[in-house]
């Protein structure tokens, strides 16, 4: 019995080795995979209903590895974080989606999205030089600050100190913010009395069984009231079918984004098709 006992372990012991070693070569190569231009910033559609404007579109990374293929974010994001290239890898992130939102202003005006939202991990916004970071990109391209929207998760922004300051600043500056994920973080409603906020994103694990009429239904029904109680603006995120959004629609949601509406592209599409929910 002793014996079989040490197998499990050493076999979960071996595969936490595996994965460290995994995770120190992704680290490696991130920095290198920048100066040799793998990553590439996608775009997916934030739509109004009932008339399916996008007004909006969320800027999402990828890294096409020349011999993995693409690598999801979940996958090197943390770990970027973690090794501290985020600061560097984001604030080229937060230039090519500013860039990018500019030129779509000039190229296709009254078409093009109102604004960007752009994801900010925790490591960026703990930085003193995060708001300068996000004046300069706006300064370079041109962009107007009230056309930029920042994504930070609850996470980032519940120990306060710098990372509060830096919202703070932000908002100053004339940009947006997004509680990202929202619903899934600790303390998800106290955030809501002291941080600088004006979007909630209504996390997809709230939408997922939105048509089934159980206890997701009423918590997505409490967020679009905190959120309009509030003033402020509520996106669901992550719908896949006609029926979620239907059934968001009627829970007084207008603002969508997810596979059914539009995947993450390099080049999205904006045209008004004026197709109504349900
Ligand atoms: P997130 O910010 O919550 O982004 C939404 C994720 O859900 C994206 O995954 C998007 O492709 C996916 N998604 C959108 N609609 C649907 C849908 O209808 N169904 C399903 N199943 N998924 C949907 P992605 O692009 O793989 O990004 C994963 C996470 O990686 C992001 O979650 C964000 O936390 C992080 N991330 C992505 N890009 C960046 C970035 O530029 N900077 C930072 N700091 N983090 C990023
Ligand atoms: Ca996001
Ligand atoms: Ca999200
Ligand atoms: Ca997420």
Redesign the pocket.
């Known amino acids: 019995a002793a014996k079989q006992t040490g197998e499990p372990y050493r076999a979960w012991s071996a595969e936490l080795d595996e994965r460290a070693g995994e995770h120190a070569r992704l680290g490696a190569e991130l920095r290198a995979a920048l100066d040799a231009g793998q990553f590439q ?1 996608v775009y ?1 559609p934030i739509v109004r209903l009932p008339e399916r404007r996008v007004t909006a579109v ?4 990828r890294w096409q590895h020349p011999q993995r293929g693409m690598v ?3 996958a090197f ?1 943390p770990v970027a974080e973690q090794n501290g290239l ?1 600061v560097e890898l ?1 604030a080229w ?1 937060l230039h090519t989606a500013c860039r990018r939102m500019a030129d779509w202003r000039a190229e296709l005006g009254a078409l093009a999205p109102d604004r960007v939202s ?4 925790a490591r ?1 916004l703990a930085r003193a030089d995060f708001p300068a970071t996000v004046a300069a990109a706006l300064a370079t391209t041109g962009l107007p600050a009230r056309c930029l929207t920042i ?1 930070v998760t609850e996470t980032a922004v519940f120990g306060g100190g710098q990372a509060l300051t830096s919202l703070h600043e932000l908002r100053a500056l004339g940009v947006r913010i997004a509680l ?2 929202f619903g899934t973080g600790h303390s998800s409603l106290g955030l809501l009395q002291t941080v600088p906020v004006d979007v909630l994103k209504v996390d ?1 694990s709230f939408v997922d069984n939105i048509t089934e009429a159980g206890r997701h239904t009423v918590i997505a029904r409490a967020l679009i009231q905190v959120s309009e109680g509030l003033g402020l603006t509520a996106v669901a ?4 079918t006609a029926e979620q959004a239907t059934a968001l629609y009627e829970l007084g949601y207008r603002l969508l ?4 509406f539009g ?2 592209t390099a080049e999205p599409r904006f045209e008004v098709d004026f197709i109504h929910a349900g």
């Open positions: 910033v997916q969320e800027a999402l990374v999801s974010p979940a994001i985020i984001g992130i752009v994801n900010v991990s960026q994504e990202d994920d997809k995120e992550g719908v896949e984004q997810g596979y059914y995947k993450p």
